[in-house]
């Protein structure tokens, strides 16, 4: 049986303004100008650079809709929401062009070439006698090494790869053999298949001293015992001195746990960090600007107007030009919307930039971080009558210059807890007490969890020690057991 009936819903729909707005909100600086660029590409209407001419298109354009019967009017769909959020708005055959000419400017970055880690490896293969099944072993071997210079695969699982892909069927004694070969290739304790076994490599590849020879034992022998710092066990085992385990213990410090790292990021693309604001500090006064690459200048371009004029003093008005007047109009719809988008971008970003200045001026004045203060993004958001996700948008990935180096903006933002007085401080501050007092103790006696909760109890700020472990694991301190030296 069918039923009809009315049914009011309440819901809100995202205009392509708001949604363009927050996309650009939150593109930092560089990602900003690449999409400025692909803008000017795409629309023809929008043009770069100042402009004497007075915006009379409002008028022009509300004019020109006489001209059109009601049934040719344009129809708007409701917004798919979903399609603005996509990462993929345009398809790339559309903003594929082929009409540059000989003379145009090269302005694509040029990237550094260089031999690959790889190839690095495979070229030094070329120095050693090895028939075509050794060979071949080697090479797979060397494509099996990953960015940091391990092969982290088992022996089995690579006699099977190579059986099925390669077609060599080998057996794992061999391919032992060949991973020997390997592990004489630079840089030294390439190809080892954990850290001790990459450490004893390049042991093995030192000039022989008393330091080197002790070094080669502990981790050959006494591996487990001496990555858990078990110093009194291993003066022991090799019946030493603190002063020879202290020697020996200084050759393996100097050892590179990721031989691959020193090769493989060489070749590198080096990522610039852009700052999005500046802070300066002039007459004892914080002074804030905006990067000017986020200002551009933009205009709607004075050809589409006049097309537009052309049009509404024609008296004749074919199909076609009719066509070309709605496709003008979209053009130079998306054109304001873009201009206008951009303008409430610089202003919300220089507000919400400001706020935060302001609330942090001790912290800014000095540059001590104990001096920020407790700040979640809702204070800011409050401050300046935006939404907290308008905040989050300015903080997640915009940088500022600051007198004391360049500084991720969601870095000034933390929670907060009460000391013994009542007040309120900054988690952040707790930490940098907690890095300080870590730093001042005395390697030989690490101070534990425990200690260290009391140490900050002692300084009025009463935190459990489960939550000095969580601020030690944030700063990436370890455990006071690794901490400890000799």
Request: aromatic share 8%; proline share 3%; charged share 30%.
């Amino acid at each position: 049986m069918l039923k009809q009936y009315l049914q009011f819903k309440l819901s809100q729909k995202l205009s392509p303004q708001q949604i363009q707005l927050m996309k650009l909100i939150q593109l930092p600086t560089q990602a900003f100008e690449q999409r400025l660029k692909q803008e000017l590409e795409e629309n023809p209407a929008l043009e770069n650079g100042k402009d004497d001419l007075e915006n009379d298109y409002d008028s022009d354009l509300d004019n020109s809709n006489d001209d059109f019967d009601n049934n040719e009017t344009l129809e708007k769909d409701d917004i798919n929401i979903d399609e603005y959020l996509s990462d993929d708005e345009i398809p790339d055959y559309r903003t594929q062009v082929n009409n540059y000419s000989s003379d145009d400017e090269e302005k694509t970055m040029p990237y550094a070439a260089g031999t690959s880690f790889t190839q690095h490896l495979i070229s030094q293969l070329n120095t050693y006698r090895l028939n075509d099944e050794e060979r071949e072993i080697a090479e797979f071997l060397v494509g099996s090494v990953d960015e940091s210079g391990y092969i982290r695969r088992e022996l089995s699982d690579i006699m099977d790869d190579l059986a099925f892909t390669q077609n060599v069927y080998t057996t794992e004694e061999n391919i032992e053999k060949v991973l020997k070969i390997v592990h004489q290739l630079d840089p030294a304790g390439v190809g080892a298949r954990n850290l001790q076994e990459c450490l004893s490599i390049q042991l093995h590849r030192k000039d022989k001293t008393q330091d080197t020879e002790l070094a080669t034992s502990i981790i050959d022998n006494a591996f487990d015992q001496f990555t858990k710092k078990h110093y009194k066990k291993l003066l022991q085992k090799f019946d030493i001195t603190e002063t020879q385990l202290k020697g020996a213990v200084s050759e393996i410090e100097h050892l590179n746990p990721k031989p691959g790292g020193s090769y493989a990021g060489n070749n590198r693309i080096v990522e610039h960090v852009v700052p999005d604001f500046a802070i300066k500090i002039v007459d004892g006064e914080l002074e804030l600007t905006l990067n000017g690459r986020n200002a551009p200048e933009l205009h709607v371009s004075r050809e589409y107007n006049n097309m537009l004029k052309g049009y509404k003093d024609a008296k004749d008005k074919s199909k076609s030009q009719k066509d070309a007047v709605i496709f003008i109009k979209q053009k130079l719809d998306a054109a304001k919307w873009f201009i206008e988008a951009i303008k409430q971008r610089q202003q919300t970003l220089f507000i919400t930039m400001s706020a935060i200045m302001h609330y942090q001026k001790e912290y800014f004045l000095t540059g001590d971080e104990r001096n920020l203060k407790p700040m979640i993004l809702k204070d800011i958001a409050d401050e300046i009558s935006m939404d907290v996700s308008t905040v989050s948008r300015v903080a997640n990935s915009k940088y500022v210059d600051t007198p004391y180096g360049t500084k991720l903006i969601k870095e000034f933002f933390s929670e907060s807890m009460k000391n013994d007085q009542g007040e309120d401080v900054s988690t952040r501050e707790i930490k940098k007490i907690l890095e300080t007092v870590i730093e001042e103790e005395n390697k030989k006696k690490p101070l534990t969890d425990e200690t260290l909760a009391s140490i900050l109890k002692e300084k009025g700020y009463p935190i459990a020690r489960r939550t000095v472990a969580k601020y030690r694991e944030q700063l990436d301190i370890p455990v006071a057991r690794l901490r400890k030296k000799i």
